[in-house]
């Protein structure tokens, strides 16, 4: 069965074609940088035709910017939601993460040139989503908490953790030609890479949440003086 598209029904086979387009000129060139010409040639259309379903760049921006993220919170929040212990919730999160982000680079360096922009649009909806329980990162940060009440897991700031666990699985892609020197394994097969590299972060991730011996150093570390 293939993959269900990641537009609306009631969207033209032209308007997908403008936004595969547009997100990969966007993500290439930022949202100031990018040119409305450019993204009717990477369409195949002509540019009064691009302006004929999308008035100025503006719109087009939040329009492919807005499906990008939905596209992102659908592609395995239900997968968490379905998970019924901590470590499936975060194994899910770790794959669906990383999954998300290697099936569609362009739409990573989308929300990272958001970031880098002030992150506006991508502010609004990732709250917009929390509120309405639907962002992954939200579902973990209450996985984590509910997993420290029942003593599941040390106890640690749900939110701190879940920064850190989203850092590991997205900066190997922003930093791959970097990665590549580092690991030449990477460079020789990024695939397999990048399955290993799953497996890591989550047996670190995991095993490093683990509750600690009695007197241990498990609790969170004391504030600096």
Not at 37 to 51: F, G, R
Not at 101 to 119: F, I, K, P, T
Not at 120 to 133: K, Y
Not at 189 to 214: C, S, T
Request: charged share 25%.
């Amino acid at each position: 069965m293939p993959p269900p598209s990641p537009f609306p029904s009631e969207y033209s086979e032209t308007e997908r074609q403008i936004f595969d387009a547009a997100l990969h000129v966007f993500a290439r060139e930022g949202r100031h940088g990018a040119r409305m010409q450019a993204i009717a040639d990477a369409a195949d259309i002509n540019k009064a035709m691009l302006h004929y379903y999308f008035q100025d760049k503006g719109t087009l921006y939040e329009e492919v910017f807005t499906y990008t993220v939905e596209r992102f919170m659908a592609s395995f929040g239900a997968s968490l939601r379905e998970a019924s212990t901590f470590e499936h919730t975060l194994r899910a999160f770790i794959d669906g993460y990383v999954e998300f982000v290697r099936s569609d680079e362009a739409a990573m360096r989308l929300m990272v040139q958001e970031n880098l922009a002030g992150g506006r649009l991508l502010g609004t909806h990732l709250r917009e989503a929390t509120d309405a329980g639907d962002a992954p990162p939200q579902i973990l940060v209450e996985t984590i908490a509910e997993a420290v009440d029942a003593g599941e897991i040390r106890d640690v700031d749900p939110q701190h953790t879940v920064l850190s666990v989203v850092s590991t699985c997205l900066f190997f892609f922003v930093a791959r030609p970097t990665v590549q020197i580092m690991h030449p394994d990477a460079e020789d097969d990024w695939g397999a890479f990048v399955e290993a590299r799953k497996e890591h972060l989550f047996d670190l991730i995991y095993h490093g949440l683990a509750p600690r011996p009695e007197g241990g150093s498990g609790s969170r570390a004391a504030p600096r003086e």
